[in-house]
């Protein structure tokens, strides 16, 4: 634990680090200057040091009007980059998703030890599943999705640079992108310039689908399937579809006066999944069901059976 911790806090560094260079390229030394001063002083405040917390206090109201947006801006950046390295380093110390093997298995031996289960109500149990996962736009979600993108491409490039066999001029490249996606997140706006329009709700829940849940779930599916083999000498029915999504995403007229009964089965359906079509295309989809009905903009499920879209 200890080991990871320190690898997480080399990563939160040299992170800020990079953020820093890019914060005095494009504002100056000034501003770097004055959001270290801050920094600085926040840590010795939490330390307990009561002078440096004054200090803190007129430091800020001091700021003068020019500099309260970047200064916030930059600990707003640094907060996503260590929230980012922190997601990264939760996974494993390798970031790879090692945990769901050993956490099924141990869940298995637990239920094969109980006097009252045998193997066959385990399989039943298991081929009963029915999970539902609902996609919403949550009112406080305000990031946008293009630097999600970048921030996903910043995990990237943290475990490409843990990778312990990497050439130098390939850790090269990495850093340099690694600074190219910084310098696009600083100079990107992190506010709307407009709300999000039910289209723009219904492409947010496509994006999480193709970012995450595509292999996310088909992932966890196999690694369940192998450690059911393993454990109980049982496969998974080849049309075995536990997990369904739905979304309210574009749909939910509740407190949403631009969503009505015209707009939800166009806007929020057909024209976001126009324009991702290529996003099935890209994963050699073989299994999107859309599903329209109950009240939900669509549901989708996933199956064996190669189907159209």
């Given amino acids: 634990m200890n080991e990871q911790y320190s690898a997480l806090r080399s990563n939160v560094s040299m992170l800020g680090k990079v953020l820093g260079e890019t914060i005095k390229d494009a504002l100056g030394e000034h501003i770097l200057d004055r959001v270290e001063t801050i920094r ?94 609902v996609l919403t736009a949550h009112p406080t979600e305000i990031t946008r999705r293009t630097l999600i993108h970048k ?57 999480v689908v193709e970012n995450s849940l595509w292999q996310g779930v088909p992932n966890y599916l196999r690694e369940l399937n192998e450690q059911l083999e393993e454990n109980l000498g049982y496969k998974l029915p080849v049309d075995f579809v536990p997990v369904r999504f739905t979304s309210w995403m574009g749909g939910d007229r509740d407190g949403n006066p631009n969503v009505t009964a015209d707009i939800t089965p166009p806007r929020t359906l057909v024209k976001p999944l126009e324009s991702h079509r290529s996003v099935p295309e890209r994963h050699s989809c073989s299994g999107i069901r859309i599903v329209n009905g109950r009240g939900h903009a669509g549901a989708a499920g996933v199956s064996g059976r190669r189907r159209r879209v």
Avoid at 167 to 174: F, N, S, T
């Fill in 151 to 207: 921030m996903g491409e910043i995990n990237n490039c943290l475990k490409q640079l843990d990778n312990t066999d990497i050439a130098d001029y390939e850790r090269h490249q990495v850093m340099r992108r690694l600074r190219q996606l910084i310098a696009q997140s600083w100079h990107t706006d992190e506010i709307r310039k407009q709300r999000p329009s039910p289209v723009d709700e219904a492409k947010w829940g496509f994006a």
């Fill in 40 to 133: 600085k002083l926040s840590k010795s405040s939490r330390a307990g040091n009561e002078a440096n917390r004054q200090e803190l206090l007129t430091t800020l109201q001091n700021l003068s009007n020019d500099e309260l947006l970047p200064v916030a801006r930059a600990f707003s950046q640094f907060l996503n980059l260590a929230n980012t390295a922190e997601q990264y380093h939760s996974i494993s110390p390798k970031g790879e998703a090692a945990s769901n093997p050993e956490v099924i298995a141990r869940t298995l031996r637990k239920l094969k030890n109980q006097p009252d289960l045998n193997d066959a109500t385990i399989k039943k149990a298991v081929e009963s599943l029915s999970l539902e996962l």
